[in-house]
């Protein structure tokens, strides 16, 4: 079946979760930050193989996407 990926801000939700898990019979394993970044670059690269590029991007393009994403990351 499928994974669900959780992230876990402090120690008493992680036992919490972890009890959970193991009373319903579930596998948990963890994941370090990197792990995490390599997983989500492999499934940006899967997407985009389903998608055939039909014109160029131009590296203004590019980089108005990039500081859209940067601007809003730090408006958090």
């Not at 193991?22 to 989500?40: D, H, N, T, V, Y």
């Not at 160029?56 to 940067?70: P, T």
């Amino acid at each position: 079946m499928g994974n669900i990926v959780v992230t876990i801000k402090n120690k008493a939700d992680r036992e919490l979760l972890e009890a959970l898990a193991k009373r319903l019979g579930l596998q948990i394993f963890e994941l370090s930050e990197q792990e995490m970044r390599l997983l989500a670059r492999r499934r940006m690269v899967e997407t985009v193989e389903q998608f055939p590029i039909s014109e160029d991007i131009s590296d203004e393009e590019i980089q108005a996407e990039a500081d859209a994403v940067r601007a809003a990351r730090h408006a958090r």
